[in-house]
């Protein structure tokens, strides 16, 4: 049974910083790519940063050079480090595990999310 687990959302300010965590199991996880996505209130669900088996990644404009996602295939989990957030990046994040290696592979599990509320 494949399971996608997120965790480390929470509330945070303006300016602050977040990892997010996200678990694999079920999977062949050092073969598999993994996707970071994000849903605000009233918005369709975009892309946020896509991570490959190999390690190359792919980010939206709106999180470049203040999102990084890295990957640890010993402990099955990829993470979101994110910093300079502001009010637009409020959001459930979700984990995505793809079909294929490559960060523009079709996503085939996800996870159920994690909110991120910036706040002051």
């Known amino acids: 049974q494949v399971q996608v687990v997120e965790s480390g959302g929470g509330l945070v300010q303006p300016g602050g910083s977040l990892r997010l965590s996200c678990t694999a199991s079920?999977?062949?996880?050092?073969?598999?790519?993994m996707g970071w996505y994000r849903q605000a209130p009233g918005k369709k669900r975009e892309l946020v940063a896509a991570?490959?088996?190999?390690?190359?990644?792919n980010y939206a404009d709106s999180v470049k050079g203040r999102f990084t996602v890295s990957r640890d295939n010993a402990k099955n989990t990829v993470y979101l480090q994110m910093n300079s957030l502001n009010a637009e990046d409020t959001a459930v994040y979700y984990c995505?595990?793809?079909?294929?290696?490559?960060?523009?592979?079709?996503?085939?599990?996800w996870g159920q999310g994690t909110q991120v509320t910036v706040s002051s």
């Open positions: 079920g999977i062949i996880f050092r073969l598999t790519a």
């Open positions: 991570i490959g088996s190999g390690g190359s990644t």
């Open positions: 995505t595990a793809k079909w294929g290696n490559t960060w523009s592979s079709e996503d085939r599990y």
